[in-house]
């Protein structure tokens, strides 16, 4: 990048934080009025509960609702604020700018978002990023940096099938012209984006979002401990946050305290759990239940937890088979989506899941989890490419907002964030 374009850039930036902060500080007077009408209000029923000789805490209902009211207030559950502004607000606003966006048009959850995101591809940047930028320097690419670049992709577990498209793509290019290090990321860049973006591209939905005017069933499925059910919950809340009413069909009922789990999310969401108390239910019955529900609701989404293991696969295979009919036959007109949730720090043990459930279990799409946590963000263009699975949904972080929709160019800069 020139100077002039990144002072350029910078400027941008400091235009983009000044509004942001003007903005806050009238969102905060607003919420400063709001709480002093609701003090004032909550002073009055304190006053007539007093004068009606009630106790606050008479009915078991009431001490539910205040334990209710404790959990929404968790402090990853908050709107995110804005910080200082520094060479990550700057980063996040020149890729937001790069994408389109005008000044007046991002936001402080956006900004706050992807520096979420560059901070969690951090472990895959320092394995993977940092020792390739380090080889390139501004030096013209060879053959031989070619040879450490995929040394690298493959140990970032980004599948032998996606390293080899991109090593073949550079030495193509490398046969064409002379590539320097700006030039050879530049073009990397353009390779791996196209790799996320093909699945998505032929899904024909580059945003996985309800559709309006009819019930969304989204089955959740993935195996024990890649993150399934804090998923629903984080997608729950965003679900809500998005203005479409919402769902959740505790079906995965043969893992202990996966109900009540589930439900803690819906609750943190404010959306209802729909369930079967009885050990061992029947998960088809739950979603059956469910689906009864959502249709009398008009319910825009539903999600439904599915069990992530069951005596061996052919049985857990058997149950999402039978999930799949009660939903056909219950409401056949639903638009259905089956998202594979996939732990990034699984490598590419998570890849022979996808390629496990993908032939059984009618996957649209997926959702890569725990990328904070994992040198293996690479993992992402493994399903893409060999499994051909949309990345629909990603998360950072453990936080409730932290899962968002998935966007292949803020993925790639956020992973190649050091140049």
């Known amino acids: 990048m020139s100077n002039n374009n990144q002072d350029n850039s910078v400027d941008w930036a400091k235009q983009a934080y000044a509004q942001l902060k003007q903005k806050q500080e009238q969102q905060k007077q607003e919420q400063q009025k709001q709480e002093q009408q609701k003090q004032e209000q909550q002073k009055q029923e304190q006053q007539k509960q007093e004068q009606q000789k009630q106790d606050l805490f008479n009915s078991e209902q009431d001490k539910k609702d205040v334990e209710k009211s404790k959990l929404n207030v968790k402090d990853s559950d908050k709107e995110p604020e804005l910080?200082?502004?520094?060479?990550?607000?700057?980063?996040?606003?020149?890729?937001?700018?790069?994408?389109?966006?005008?000044?007046?048009?991002?936001?402080?959850?956006?900004?706050?978002?992807?520096?979420?995101?560059?901070?969690?591809?951090?472990?895959?940047?320092?394995?993977?990023?940092?020792?390739?930028?380090?080889?390139?320097?501004?030096?013209?690419?060879?053959?031989?940096?070619?040879?450490?670049?995929e040394t690298l992709l493959l140990r970032a577990d980004a599948g032998i099938n996606s390293t080899d498209k991109v090593i073949n793509a550079l030495r193509k290019k490398l046969n064409e012209e002379v590539l320097g290090g700006e030039a050879g990321i530049k073009f990397l860049k353009k390779e791996l984006v196209s790799i996320l973006d093909r699945p998505i591209s032929n899904s024909g939905a580059n945003i996985l979002v309800p559709e309006k005017g009819r019930l969304n069933i989204w089955l959740i499925v993935g195996v024990n401990g890649v993150g399934k059910t804090t998923t629903i919950g984080k997608l729950a809340n965003l679900s809500v946050r998005s203005d479409f009413t919402t769902l959740i069909a505790a079906a995965d009922t043969f893992r202990a305290a996966a109900v009540e789990q589930i439900k803690v999310w819906g609750e943190r969401s404010s959306v209802e759990v729909i369930s079967n108390q009885s050990k061992n239910a029947d998960p088809a019955a739950v979603v059956f239940d469910a689906i009864s529900s959502a249709s009398k609701r008009k319910t825009d989404l539903l999600l439904v937890d599915t069990a992530g293991r069951l005596q061996n696969k052919n049985n857990l295979m058997d149950e999402l088979s039978k999930i799949r009919k009660i939903i056909d036959k219950k409401v056949p007109n639903a638009k259905v989506e089956s998202l594979l949730v996939l732990d990034a720090s699984q490598g590419q043990n998570g890849l022979n899941q996808a390629k496990g459930f993908a032939k059984s279990a009618n996957l649209t799409g997926a959702i890569i989890t725990k990328l904070d946590g994992s040198s293996r963000g690479g993992v992402s263009l493994a399903v893409s490419l060999e499994v051909g699975l949309p990345i629909r949904f990603i998360g950072a972080g453990e936080g409730i907002r932290d899962l968002r929709p998935f966007n292949s160019f803020e993925f790639i800069e956020a992973l190649l964030a050091d140049r």
Request: proline share 3%.
């Open 83 to 149: 910080g200082d502004f520094d060479d990550e607000f700057t980063w996040s606003a020149m890729i937001l700018a790069a994408q389109g966006k005008k000044i007046n048009q991002i936001s402080v959850d956006e900004i706050d978002w992807l520096s979420r995101l560059r901070k969690g591809l951090e472990e895959t940047r320092k394995g993977f990023v940092t020792e390739l930028l380090d080889k390139l320097g501004d030096d013209p690419l060879t053959p031989e940096t070619l040879d450490d670049l």
